[in-house]
């Protein structure tokens, strides 16, 4: 029995620097293990990884290929914090789950390092990620919010940055301010994603390429039905984030897929390369629509900015990016754009990620909103723990309100839209 070939990988600077590009067969027939996994990202993979290591059999089922989606297709970025900051966390669910969520974003980040040094796996991470203010008006706010991460989180590694010392920094002198956060850091995710994948089949893990779940069955064993076959298993985890495609209604109401866009100059050669970040730091700025930015190690500019709201990317992708990349390095209007390529994520109301059990033996965390480089692989630890019986943490992210989009399926697209205009309007005035 034959099937087609899954979509191959976008045409990225990450997909032509892969390292360990494999294939894993798709699933035909029956099969069962503990734990199903449907996803082959970061939250997929750090799943798998993680209850393999706690001595579950699992089988991890991925619709295209390992890191096909937004994992192998992101800025690279890890942050420090949750997606919304801490004043904003405070007033949602209290001083006290405001502060364990922020534990928990220090823990993300450690669980990534932890992966790569424990798996040694090649993926260019590098310390340090500079927030860059486009406002004058933000500098204040910016400032004062370091200081209060410093003074109430004990997180001495953020420090402040004036305006002189942001354009040293990056190259450039339309920012008014910002911070230098030296916990935080950047990599090659599909490098990562590989890796982990590499780690999972070490241990065990059943991994299935170009195998599309069709429908989940609750029941003692659960039922993941797939084109070709079906896996039983004690619990299911819900890993596909902008991808679900009506695998559960409870989980897709609370995510919006939205598009998301990043280009990989030519290399600039080390001393032009350096003149622009000499900190080798990753780098975003405040605006809604964030732009987000750093170099490759072989010296190229890999540029993120502009999102759209269709199902389909803009047809001009390297046009669409370049634009916003020359609002901040004017003095790159002449290197050659190599790559350009687009990604869906997904994200939520409030823009914080859902994680939760919605029913007996099944889980799912998906909407990491831009996050997902440390919240995602964070997220499968903590549905690790919470399956072999220690739910704590992924109860901290269940009680965060994520309600549904408005509007449903047909009318959640123009209204996030609208939405999104206002606010891509407000960056602008």
Known sequence: ?????????????????????????????????????????????????????????????????????????????????????????????????????????????????????????????????????????????????VEKLRRDYGYEAITLLDRDEVSAALGTDVYYGGSRDAEAGHLHPLNFALGLARAADGLGVKIYERTRVLAIHEGEPMRVDTDDGCIRAEAVVVAGNGYLAGLDHETE?????????????????????????????????????????????????????????????????????????????????????????????????????YLRRPTPGLYAAVGYSGHGVGIANLAGKLLAEAISGDQKKLDTFARLPIPRFPGGKMLRWPMLFLAMSWFAMRDRI
């Open 253 to 353: 109401t609370r995510i919006m897929p939205i598009n998301n866009f990043v280009l990989a100059t030519e290399p600039l050669g080390e001393e032009r390369a350096r003149a622009l970040i000499p900190g080798n730091e990753a780098a975003s700025d405040s605006r809604f629509v964030i732009n987000y930015w750093r170099l490759s190690p072989d010296g190229r500019m890999l540029f993120g900015g502009g999102e759209n709201y269709t199902p389909s990317f803009p047809k001009d992708l390297p046009a669409f990016v370049r634009k916003h990349m020359l609002k901040i390095y004017p003095q790159l209007h002449d290197v050659v754009i190599d790559y350009a390529w687009g990604g869906t994520l997904a994200v939520t109301v409030p823009r914080m990620p």
């Open 1 to 145: 029995m034959s099937r087609p070939e899954a979509e191959p990988h976008a045409d990225s600077y990450y997909a032509a620097t892969a390292i360990g590009m494999r294939s894993w067969p798709a699933l035909f027939g029956e099969s069962s293990a503990d734990i199903c996994v449907i996803g082959g990202g970061f939250t997929g993979l750090s799943t798998a990884v993680h209850l393999a290591e706690l001595g579950f059999s699992v089988a991890l089922l991925e619709a295209n290929r390992i890191g096909w989606g937004a994992t192998g297709r992101n800025g690279g970025q890890l942050h420090s914090g949750q997606r919304r900051d801490q004043d904003w966390l405070e007033r949602a669910v209290g001083k006290d789950d405001a502060r364990h969520l922020w534990e928990l974003s220090q823990e993300a980040k450690r669980v990534v390092k932890e992966l790569i040094a424990r798996y040694d796996i090649d993926c260019d991470f590098a310390p340090g990620l500079i927030e860059a203010m486009h406002k004058k008006r933000y500098v204040a706010e910016d400032h004062a919010y």
